[in-house]
């Protein structure tokens, strides 16, 4: 089954969001060349309902950036796969990478309810000691009954439990460059799953009987989580939040703020927003913004979202939403700067947020600069955020898109950009050996 199948498609009623009508004259982002300027969506003054007391848990990287989980009970049997593809750019090489999540023939895709006990996993995890053992004592079902707020002296809520167990355990993940080992920085080729699940006397795999539930966490998985590759949720929030589509894209676009400094917003075309997501990508662009108005809705007036603004229209592709953070994001951001570091040393390099933070910016590059020589081009671009740092690209990619939006670029903002670049290396070094030859129009 495609991904088109994983969202139950119902008729989202619009509510009328405010406009700002300066918003309106005045645009934040130059609209594209001819892409009609439609729905810009002013959010900025969020309600002042009080949210429940934040209570955050540690969610893996990976299970965040890629869809693991189907948002919709509905023909679960149906659902075989769930896939994700892109294009990453590796050293002047282009690469396929694809993530794809498929059921066991006895089981279903994992599904919402089988979320909410990852959840609750993830959260009984971070009470461990680092380093996490890969064999790790759950508790009985009856706690997780309790931590799932289900009563847990009904039999059918413990077997509701164990069922959402195994199918998490049979569903297999393969990996091509896809699932990142932070410890090592490499990109895993591979097929896994995410844990074994051992239930009282069973024999557990250090040869002892299990006396309660147990987990045997895939290596790949346990080595994540002690490599703190993890971003911070706000559980109860997400619990407020209700509805699986909207807990969703609270968790991708928390991820991808994570990683924006000097640029206000993020990006995604649509299409790969719902292979993330994932949920139906539909024909009309109508369409397209009745699913998600909604949800956009709940984020905005809970504080997440400041501003939501579609760059589309129906006859021209990709169409492209643009996400503002709100304060509650800003908040979170703030928080995952500051989230502690192991005290033990996996690496030297780099670190994940920073990796994060350029891509991202690379990611900007791409889509506004539109360099036809990108792939030569890349490693330039590479070093030129190596010397000058992130901060000062964005204001030169920041200075370019003005330019552009001026008239003010005669041959192409590819040329422009890479030779304010130059004149900068070429300041920032003696004899000038950082500088390219001016790009292609």
């Keep these: 089954m495609e991904i088109g199948d994983l969202f139950e498609q119902t008729d989202v009623a619009v509510s009328n969001i405010p406009r700002s009508p300066a918003s309106r004259s005045q645009p934040l982002l130059p609209v594209p060349e001819g892409v009609e300027e439609t729905d810009h969506i002013s959010l900025l003054t969020p309600s002042s309902k009080d949210s429940p007391l934040a209570h955050y848990i540690k969610a893996e990287v990976n299970f965040l950036r890629y869809p693991f989980f189907a948002l919709t009970t509905r023909d679960l049997r149906k659902i075989d796969t769930i896939e994700y593809h892109e294009q990453r750019e590796e050293n002047g090489e282009r690469q396929e990478i694809f993530w794809q999540v498929s059921r066991n023939v006895l089981t279903t895709i994992p599904g919402p309810f089988d ?12 009470g461990f000691p680092r380093p996490i053992p890969q064999l790790v004592r759950l508790g009985p079902l009856y706690q ?16 509701k439990v164990v069922e959402a167990l195994e199918r998490i355990a049979a569903t297999t993940i393969h990996s091509n460059y896809a699932f990142f080992r932070k410890a090592q920085k490499q990109w895993v080729r591979g097929t896994f799953n995410l844990f074994s699940v051992f239930f009282r006397g069973q024999d557990l795999p250090n040869g002892q009987v299990a006396d309660t539930t147990y987990l045997f966490l895939h290596p790949l998985y346990v080595e994540s989580l002690n490599a703190f590759y993890v971003k911070p949720l ?5 619990r407020e939040l209700a509805n699986p589509l909207t807990q969703r894209l609270y968790e991708v676009l928390g991820l991808r703020f994570r990683g924006l400094r000097n640029s206000a917003y993020t990006r995604y075309e649509y299409e790969h927003l719902c292979q993330t997501l994932p949920i139906t990508p539909q024909r009309s662009l109508k ?43 800003r908040e979170e951001m703030q928080r995952a700067r500051e989230f502690p570091q192991p005290q033990f040393s996996l690496t030297d ?8 933070r350029i891509q991202d910016l690379l990611d900007q590059i791409h889509d506004e600069i539109q360099d036809p020589r990108w792939e030569q081009s890349l490693p330039f671009y590479r070093r030129a955020i190596r010397d000058l740092g992130s901060d000062h690209v964005y204001a030169r ?3 370019t898109r003005g330019a552009s939006r001026e008239g003010k670029i005669r041959k192409s903002r590819a040329n422009y950009f890479v030779d304010l670049l130059n004149r900068d290396l070429k300041g920032h070094t003696q004899n000038g050996s950082s500088a390219l030859p001016r790009a292609q129009a």
Excluded: M
């Design 115 to 126: 979320k909410r006990v990852h959840r609750t996993i993830e959260e009984i995890l971070d």
């Design 144 to 159: 997780l009954c309790k931590l799932l707020d289900l009563p847990p002296t009904e039999r059918k809520n413990r077997q």
């Design 234 to 238: 706000d559980y109860a929030y997400l």
């Design 287 to 329: 369409d397209a913004k009745k699913v998600l108005s909604s949800h956009h809705e709940k984020l905005y007036h809970t504080g997440f979202l400041a501003k939501v603004e579609w760059r589309a229209r129906q006859s021209v592709k990709p169409w492209e939403v643009f996400y503002w953070p709100g304060p509650k994001a």
């Design 349 to 356: 390099s780099d670190s994940d947020e920073e990796s994060f």
């Design 397 to 399: 990619l920041a200075e």
